[in-house]
């Protein structure tokens, strides 16, 4: 993602001024990622320099410094991801770390926030169920999709839609039939230039043998390319993922610095930047006087293309800040009862509705969210985590956080020696003005890693 992010033509984006393209790369970028440019642009552009230390850290003054500060204080007793109250003094630094997420827990928390009908959701979900751990559709979704009797009948049709839907989902990959597929799917939304697409593409569908022999000499023959470009192609192709459910394994913890942080002033919880994440960059004005003395008839094209790029990479990224703490600053309004009572209190919340109320783009609000995480009193989450579709209850609507949590509640009291079918924790939640089908309780105990009652029963 970094390496193309002062590469930019209107090519990429008709209509986009490249300004708008390159503010848009840094904001979908997550904090590593944009450290990454950040420094790459550091040492490539000569018209960009570290700053010192003590300018790049004014922000810091904003944040809490003294942990006895009632008005910042993070001690005070808070309810963690199940709504228990966590007492002072008793968390641990492991809360503060992303908690690791199986991929198709991850597949599902997208569906939740996607506004499908209740028909087409249920068939994707049931094509994410079906994926291998390494994010492949190798089973018959359909042989299983009649043993669940779907009323009426899942037809053919139907399930490319949804298999098609679940291959637009991150990772980027999953619900692929074929090694070949899963790399297809990567290549139409790489950033590399198309023409080292498009022959990727090629050397994918027609010459597998040949790159197997690593053979580009023949390879450039059948394509009537050089061996140069053939060899930038599969240079692509090997920076793909051929298992991309592998890489959200539920094994592997994530380790995250947090875009935003939630201070606690005055009974009233603001989001601010991270100030170790701000860019500890500045035009270099020596540089940029020796330049500028230059006749403007000697000026090389290129190093007025690298002035143009490193104002833009402050004026961006100062923006790329601005915007995620305006929308965790809206989340946090929004989500406020979440961090007094726990997920029983998450709200229904959409993109949609925060884009309404900051009047920015839906996409910009994606972007915002995606990969940025939050530290809170209450733990680090993603902010995407606070983003559901609204789900029927008796008293008008509810999220998918707050059903897991009653749900949570119900297993925890159960008779061990007789555990709670998934229809009978589906009759359960109705009662309680809760209306959710069998299988979405199903699929809301695997994310919540509780296995079925068969395995609950005590000995």
């Known amino acids: 993602m970094s390496n193309v992010l002062f590469s930019l033509t209107t090519q990429a ?24 440019a950040l420094q790459n642009a550091l040492t490539s552009n000569p018209f960009l320099e570290e700053s010192e230390a003590d300018e790049a850290d004014e922000g810091e003054a904003a944040l809490p410094t003294d942990a006895n500060d009632a008005t910042c204080s993070y001690e005070a007793p808070y309810p963690d991801r199940d709504g228990r109250v966590i007492e ?8 503060w770390l992303a908690e690791p997420e199986d991929f198709r827990a991850h597949l599902h928390a997208q569906l939740d926030a996607a506004p499908l009908h209740p028909r087409d959701r249920a068939i994707a979900g049931l094509v994410i169920e079906t994926l291998d751990d390494d994010g492949y559709l190798r089973d018959d979704v359909m042989a299983v999709a009649q043993q669940l009797h779907f009323d009426p009948p ?3 049709a139907e399930l490319d839609v949804a298999i098609a839907l679940v291959q637009k989902l991150d990772p980027v990959g999953v619900g692929a039939r074929d090694v070949c597929e899963c790399l297809q799917l990567q290549l139409r939304v790489s950033d590399a230039p198309t023409s080292d697409r498009e022959l990727a593409s090629t050397i994918l569908d027609h010459y597998l043998e040949l790159l197997g022999r690593r053979d580009f000499a023949a390879i450039g023959r059948r394509t009537d390319r050089d061996e140069f470009a053939v060899a ?30 939630v201070v606690n002033r005055d009974g009233r919880l603001q989001a601010l930047s991270n100030p170790a994440l701000r860019p500890r960059a500045q035009l270099n004005r020596h540089y940029i006087e020796l330049f500028r003395g230059q006749r403007r008839s ?13 104002r833009w990479l402050l004026k961006n990224a100062e923006q790329r800040f601005a915007t995620i ?25 959409t993109l949609r509705e925060i884009a309404d109320e900051l009047s920015l783009h839906e996409s910009t609000i994606s972007r915002a969210t ?3 995480y939050i530290a809170t009193p209450a733990g680090l989450f993603e902010l995407k985590y606070f983003f559901s579709r609204e789900l029927p209850s008796r008293s008008g609507s509810c999220s998918p956080a707050s059903i897991r949590a009653v749900l949570r509640e119900i297993i925890d009291a159960e008779d ?44």
């Open 298 to 310: 000697a000026r090389h094209p290129a190093m007025t293309q690298q002035l143009q790029e490193a």
């Open 88 to 95: 002072r003094g008793t968390r641990d630094i492991a809360d």
């Open 370 to 372: 995606s990969n940025k």
């Open 325 to 349: 703490e305006r929308v965790a600053n809206e989340v946090l309004r929004r989500q406020a009862a979440f961090f007094v009572h726990g997920d029983l209190a998450m709200r229904p919340m």
């Open 232 to 261: 930038r192609a599969c240079k692509l192709l090997r920076r793909l993922d051929p298992r991309p459910g592998h890489r959200h394994s539920a094994a592997t913890a994530q380790y995250v610095v947090p875009d935003v942080i």
């Open 13 to 36: 984006s008709i209509g986009l001024s490249p300004r708008l393209q390159h503010a848009i790369q840094l904001l979908q970028l997550s904090s590593i990622e944009f450290e990454q």
């Open 416 to 459: 061990q020696t007789q555990p709670l079918s998934d229809v009978r924790l589906a009759d359960l939640l109705r009662q309680q003005g809760i209306r959710v089908a069998r299988r979405t309780v199903s699929k809301y105990r695997s994310m919540m890693r509780v296995p079925p009652a068969d395995l609950r029963r005590a000995q």
């Open 154 to 156: 899942l037809d053919a």
